[in-house]
């Protein structure tokens, strides 16, 4: 079992930057993939970014390459989402994910995560 716990949500102007941090429990943290993704109309989740359990592999959704950075502290149990250059339509809320994902092409997909955050809201001021 793993809990994630989100902070680091807020209101910036765009341009602005935000580093979202996930603070996860369990021993088994090192364990496992983490991703970041997005509330998207309809409430889907829009896959945003993830990092392989070892952080030797991070995965970007095209919108956010080059803008935004994971990293991930597996001694602190914490997986970070450092968010540069931000822009109005980034405003949403910010989810963080564990799965036991191994394989590039499984990153991006929700499905494959087992645990999910609580959400922190991001607003992007134009």
């Known amino acids: 079992q793993v809990q994630l716990v989100e902070s680091g949500g807020g209101l910036v102007q765009a341009g602005g930057s935000l580093r979202l941090s996930c603070a996860a429990s369990?021993?088994?943290?090192?364990?496992?993939?983490m991703g970041w993704f997005r509330r998207a109309p309809g409430n889907e989740r829009e896959f945003v970014a993830a990092?392989?359990?070892?952080?030797?592999?991070?995965y970007y959704a095209d919108s956010v390459k080059g803008r935004f950075t994971i990293s991930r502290d597996n001694a602190k149990n914490t997986v970070y989402l450092q968010m540069n250059s931000l822009k109005p339509e980034d405003t949403t809320v910010y989810y963080c994910?564990?799965?036991?994902?191994?394989?590039?092409?499984?990153?991006?997909?929700?499905?494959?995560?087992?645990?999910w955050g609580q959400g922190t809201q991001v607003t992007v001021s134009s």
């Open positions: 369990g021993r088994t943290f090192s364990s496992y993939a």
């Open positions: 994910a564990a799965g036991l994902v191994y394989s590039g092409s499984y990153y991006p997909a929700p499905s494959h995560y087992d645990y």
């Open positions: 990092i392989s359990w070892s952080g030797s592999s991070t």
